[in-house]
């Protein structure tokens, strides 16, 4: 029997064979919409869980909400985790129709959203971090994290996958300050053999398409992602003060 051997592009990044029997032709995958939350609609139940303030430093204060179209995450210099050198308000997961979603080894999966971030929340020399891939669990290691790195006087936004501490990708935080931009994370869930995309655009322009390939995006269970203000007190630059973070137009895709 013949195989034919076709190929299709996943985001840009990396070419997947699909064999056909007998010479034909397949449906060559594509990425397909699993989630889009509408915070107006969805509100906090689009995701599988919500830390806010979890050791209750800020009685009374509410700091992830929705606010309009978009998710709000605010920081306040006196917010403190239940790790009290650090702060955390996250949201973690995805949910739709009330049950979580969830991502496998040998999976695809990218997101694709929108982040106004203010002056008022600066890079740090410590670890600042506003996106994550993590496996469940308390202790766990993170996959990749997107990160607000000070280098010197110059603030970035990275993003690094986790074990071997490696960078896909770096931008100048300080044009980016006060206005909507886009991002789009890739990541293939893979023991040493997952790939992690990752793109910037402000507007029409592209400031970052990076990918970096046969690297390790998978501890093990499942993998889910993080957003919100998750940061070190560690800073030595004098950057932490009140800030918050604005997301909007969250979708989540499988490539299959």
Known sequence: MEITRRSALIGGAAAVPL???????????????????????????????????????????????????????????????TSTDRQRNEVRGMKAGGKNIDIFEGETWKWTYSMFIPSSLKSTTSFSHIMQTKMPGLGSAPV???????????????????????????????????????????IKAGNGNGHVRWVVRDGATTLLDATKTGVDTWLGDRLRPKWGIYRSLGDSSGSLQNCYLLLRNLKAYKFE
């Open 19 to 81: 064999l056909v029997a007998g010479g034909g032709v397949a449906s060559a995958a594509t990425w397909n919409l699993k989630w889009s939350p509408a915070p107006a609609k969805d509100g906090l139940g689009a995701f599988e869980g919500v830390e806010d303030d979890r050791a209750g430093s800020h009685p009374g204060v509410k700091h992830i909400y929705v606010s309009g179209n978009d998710y709000r995450f605010d920081m306040h210099t006196r917010d403190r985790d």
């Open 144 to 186: 990749t994290v997107m990160s607000l790195r000070r280098y010197g006087s110059v603030q970035k936004i990275e993003l690094k996958v986790f074990e071997g501490d490696l960078t896909v990708g770096t931008v100048d935080l300080a044009p980016l300050h006060n206005k909507w931009f886009d991002t789009e994370v890739e």
